[in-house]
């Protein structure tokens, strides 16, 4: 064995998955080799450039269902002959979706199924991958979770669905392969381009005002740093159930 250990981190280049890389840097140093799949080159560049960390990175367009499984493939074609002690997968990649409309707005068929293609189909997809990869080495799948994913918040229907389902999702892979491990991760409320403007398009009242109490700094936003060192020493000592979501608080 190399004493190599890979990271596959979607979403790289946003508020937490930029996190994730620098606290993946910061755990592991030289031994890690990252592949950060994201569509901003720069911003990926920018936080890593005095990296100890190998990074290799590849834009992935999770959104279009054709020849999406290549897609996944071809981010472990960056691996080249390589060998790792263990590998691991940081499924990131989510947008929130239209937020204006509650739930029983959504009629437009084609407008589901790209959501749920780039937030749902697409981790399936890429977990299959991964979990093909690499036989007789350790693998961990992380799910960056949501509170969403448990608790309904009015107008993110589509979001709170999705999260929903890659939790089950999760859930049962946990139980179906006990020679792998699985952990869901809610992060916490955090300020990232995701949650900056919410507070401006939620049509229900009670979810946007909650919204923006953080923004009006009424609430204290949890710090993208802190959320994603406390996630990968959860995942590197193995301090949870194979399958089971904590969330920021529960530690």
């Known amino acids: 064995m190399s004493g190599k250990l890979l990271f596959v981190v979607t979403g790289a280049s946003g508020g937490f998955g930029c996190a994730i890389l620098r606290q993946i840097d910061a755990l592991y140093g030289d031994k890690a080799v990252i592949i950060a799949c994201a569509r901003n080159k ?20 999770f959104g279009i269902r054709e020849k999406l499984k290549d897609r996944c493939e071809a981010i472990f074609d960056l691996c080249g ?5 263990k590998v691991y997968l940081y499924n990131n990649h989510a947008l ?6 509650l739930a029983d707005a959504f009629d437009d068929p084609q407008e589901i199924s790209d959501y749920y293609v780039l937030n749902l189909v697409s981790f399936q997809v890429l977990t299959s991958v991964f979990l093909n990869k ?6 961990t799948c992380v799910n960056i979770s949501s509170i ?25 892979l946990a139980e179906e392969r006990p020679d792998i491990r699985v952990f869901n991760w809610s992060p916490g409320p955090m300020d990232t381009t995701m949650t900056k403007d919410l507070h401006r398009t939620i049509a229900h009242e009670g979810t946007r005002e909650m919204f923006q109490n953080f923004t009006e700094g009424n609430a204290p936003w949890v710090d993208t740093d802190e959320s994603a060192k406390k996630m990968l020493v959860i995942v ?9 979501q904590l969330d920021f608080y529960d530690r």
């Open 134 to 139: 690499f036989p007789g080495v350790s693998h």
């Open 96 to 101: 929130v979706g239209d937020s204006s409309k």
């Open 81 to 85: 002959e390589d060998t790792y002690e």
């Open 148 to 172: 969403c994913g448990v608790v309904p918040f009015p107008s993110m229907s589509l979001y709170c669905s999705g999260k929903a389902a890659r939790l089950m999702y999760y859930k049962v």
């Open 42 to 61: 720069t911003k990926v560049d920018d936080n890593t450039k005095h990296f100890s960390a190998s990074v290799r990175q590849i834009a992935v367009d």
């Open 236 to 244: 590197k000592n193995d301090e949870y159930k194979s399958g089971e």
